[in-house]
C-alpha cells in the first residue's frame, strides 16, 4: 500500500480518441510525477509538479498534457495518440521536489495501449 | 551520456543463496542520492533502499543492503536470503542535488528466483 493510486489500471484507446489518466496521493505530498515506461527502456519522466506548479516539462509532446488541479491530484489528458504512446504510464509523489534526498513513491500505473 | 548502467539484463538466483546487483552511475555533482526500486509483474514501483553521497556506511534495509563504492561510481544491490517473491524487474535511480527533482533510472535487471 504505497498511498497513490491511478486509474484506470488499463486504457485501450483509438487514435482519434481523448481520454484522461488519474492519480491520487493520500501522503501529503508536495510534489508528483508522471513517468512513461516503455518495453525495454528505462523509465522517462515526463511531468513534475510542485505545490500545484509545473516545474519540468520533459520535452513531451503536446498530445500530452497534465493537470495539477490541487497537490493531491494529478491528470494526464490524452489526445490524437499515437500506436508508439503504448507504454506503462506511472505516477509518483514525493515530500518536495528538489533536494537529493526525498524518496518518491508510486502507484500502480496504468498500461495504455493505442490501437 | 547515460547516467545509471545496469549491465545485467537478466539474473537468476537459486532460493535461499545471496544475489548481487550491479549498478554504476555517472555525475559531476558532489550531493547526490541513489535509489533501489523493485517492480513485480504488476507494474508498480516499490522501493527498497536509499545511499546518500555523503553517507558513510553502506545502507541496509532488512534482506537489502548496497556495496556503495563513492570512488568507482558503484552502488550494488544486495539481497541475502533470496525468496521466490523477489522474483521481480530492479531499477537503480540517481537524483543530482542540481537537477533538482528528476529521478534517473537505469534499464533495469530482472531476477528470477528458482526454487
Known amino acids: 500500500e504505497t498511498g497513490v493510486t491511478q486509474t484506470p489500471r488499463h486504457l485501450v484507446m483509438g487514435m482519434t480518441n481523448k481520454k484522461s489518466l488519474k492519480c491520487e496521493q493520500h501522503?501529503?505530498?508536495?510534489?508528483m510525477y508522471w513517468y512513461k515506461q516503455s518495453a525495454k527502456k528505462p523509465l522517462e519522466l515526463m511531468f513534475v509538479?510542485?505545490?500545484?506548479?509545473?516545474?519540468e516539462n520533459n520535452s513531451v509532446p503536446s498530445r500530452f498534457s497534465p493537470e495539477c488541479p490541487n497537490s493531491s491530484h494529478l491528470f494526464l489528458h490524452l489526445h490524437t495518440l499515437q500506436p508508439e504512446d503504448s507504454a506503462l504510464y506511472l505516477c509518483?509523489?514525493?515530500?518536495?521536489?528538489?533536494?537529493?534526498?526525498?524518496?518518491?513513491?508510486f502507484g500502480p500505473g496504468t498500461r495504455l495501449t493505442v490501437l | 551520456a547515460q547516467k545509471i548502467t545496469q549491465t545485467q539484463p537478466g539474473m537468476f538466483v537459486q532460493e535461499k543463496e545471496a544475489v548481487t546487483l550491479d549498478c554504476t552511475y555517472d555525475?559531476?555533482?558532489?550531493?547526490?542520492?541513489l535509489f533501489w526500486y523493485k517492480q513485480p509483474s504488476s507494474g508498480e514501483m516499490i522501493f527498497l533502499i536509499y545511499?546518500?553521497?555523503?553517507?558513510?556506511q553502506n545502507a541496509t534495509e532488512g534482506r537489502y543492503s548496497l556495496n556503495f563504492q563513492k570512488a568507482r561510481k558503484s552502488t550494488n544491490l544486495v539481497i541475502s536470503a533470496s525468496q521466490l517473491g523477489d522474483s521481480a524487474m530492479y531499477f537503480c535511480?540517481?537524483?543530482?542535488?542540481?537537477?533538482?527533482?528528476?529521478?534517473?533510472f537505469g534499464q533495469g535487471t530482472e531476477l528470477s528466483v528458482k526454487p
Open positions: 509518483a509523489s514525493s515530500q518536495d521536489s528538489a533536494g537529493s534526498y526525498n524518496e518518491q513513491f
Open positions: 501522503l501529503g505530498h508536495n510534489a
Open positions: 509538479y510542485s505545490l500545484e506548479e509545473r516545474v
Open positions: 555525475t559531476s555533482d558532489q550531493s547526490y542520492g
Open positions: 545511499q546518500g553521497s555523503y553517507d558513510e
Open positions: 535511480a540517481m537524483r543530482e542535488l542540481v537537477q533538482g527533482g528528476k529521478l534517473i
